[in-house]
């Protein structure tokens, strides 16, 4: 029998969030891009900030789903640089869906926000997050993103 996965906390992810910059209807959908301008990375083995270096390229489909496509930078408290790509979706109840657009704060328990963070750095003292899967539950705010990273193990 094959080993069945865990999930093992890595990090809580706060990113904040530019103004969102609104493309108009792309062949998929509504595309918009929300520039990540800094934030916070806390966890056991890892702890850092989020840099002012990085976006959020999203397609909103007709239903009010969307599809996030991010990659930004995170440099640790020790000086290690980590790329970030995280690509996920967020889906639910249109009213809900519309409250998170408007910016409102709303219950992360009603509606779905999973992610699937790649982490890559050239720094030894990190290099096992290359080679390592990594699964991610979110929220939207007014003016972030909070996003808990877990080891799958």
Same mark, same amino acid.
């Given at each position: 029998?094959?080993?069945?996965?865990?999930?093992?906390?890595?990090?809580? @992810? @706060?990113?904040?969030?530019?103004?969102?910059?609104?493309?108009?209807?792309?062949?998929?959908?509504?595309?918009?891009?929300?520039?990540?301008?800094?934030?916070?990375?806390?966890?056991?083995?890892?702890?850092?900030?989020?840099?002012?270096?990085?976006?959020?390229?999203?397609? @909103?489909?007709?239903?009010?789903?969307?599809?996030?496509?991010?990659?930004?930078?995170?440099?640790?408290?020790?000086?290690?640089?980590?790329?970030?790509?995280?690509?996920?979706?967020?889906?639910?109840?249109?009213?809900?869906?519309?409250?998170?657009?408007?910016?409102?704060?709303?219950?992360?328990?009603?509606?779905?926000?999973?992610?699937?963070?790649?982490?890559?750095?050239?720094?030894?003292?990190?290099?096992?997050?290359?080679?390592?899967?990594?699964?991610?539950?979110?929220?939207?705010?007014?003016?972030?993103?909070?996003?808990?990273?877990?080891?799958?193990?």
């Amino acid at each position: 029998m094959l080993v069945q996965p865990k999930l093992i906390h890595f990090c809580d @992810v @706060v990113a904040q969030l530019g103004k969102p910059m609104e493309l108009g209807d792309g062949r998929g959908g509504k595309r918009r891009i929300i520039p990540i301008i800094g934030g916070t990375v806390t966890g056991e083995r890892v702890n850092g900030k989020i840099l002012n270096l990085g976006a959020d390229w999203q397609t @909103v489909f007709a239903d009010g789903s969307a599809e996030l496509d991010t990659r930004y930078t995170m440099e640790t408290d020790d000086g290690a640089l980590i790329d970030i790509r995280n690509f996920g979706y967020r889906r639910g109840p249109a009213e809900v869906l519309a409250a998170v657009g408007r910016g409102e704060d709303v219950d992360p328990s009603l509606y779905y926000m999973r992610t699937q963070p790649q982490f890559e750095t050239g720094d030894a003292r990190y290099r096992w997050i290359n080679t390592t899967i990594f699964v991610g539950t979110g929220a939207r705010e007014a003016s972030s993103v909070r996003i808990s990273v877990y080891e799958v193990v």
